[in-house]
């Protein structure tokens, strides 16, 4: 059975970072494109990042450019989104994902995945 749990969400100010964790069971991480995709109340899910098993490239969302990056661990069978520069709009439930695509279409980025986790709430005070 395939399970993923992100961790590491808690209170932070603005400016501030934080630093999450994706655990998998049932499968080994780093044979998927693991994403990430958090979701703000009241508002749709965004997607934030996801890996390309092909070339080794991360996809980021503009809003997050330049401020999150994605790391891994294979011994652990971990990857981890750090979190810089925290803002009031990061705010949200950030939640990893398996088999991430990220589809550019004509009115906007369609992101797409097979399994996601439990996720983990993060809240920054300005």
């Known amino acids: 059975e395939v399970q993923l749990q992100a961790s590491g969400g808690g209170l932070v100010q603005a400016g501030g970072s934080l630093r999450l964790s994706c655990a998998a069971s049932?499968?080994?991480?780093?044979?998927?494109?693991i994403g990430w995709f958090r979701q703000a109340p009241g508002k749709e899910r965004e997607g934030v990042s996801c890996?390309?098993?092909?070339?080794?490239?991360?996809w980021y969302a503009d809003s997050v450019k330049g401020r999150f990056t994605v790391s891994s661990d294979n011994a652990k069978n971990m990857v981890y989104l750090e979190m810089n520069g925290l803002k009031p709009e990061d705010t949200a439930v950030y939640h990893c994902?398996?088999?991430?695509?990220?589809?550019?279409?004509?009115?906007?980025?369609?992101?797409?995945?097979?399994?996601w986790g439990r996720g983990t709430l993060v809240t920054v005070s300005s």
């Open positions: 049932g499968f080994t991480l780093d044979d998927f494109a």
């Open positions: 890996g390309s098993r092909s070339d080794g490239t991360t």
């Open positions: 994902v398996a088999n991430c695509l990220v589809i550019f279409t004509t009115i906007g980025i369609r992101y797409v995945y097979d399994d």
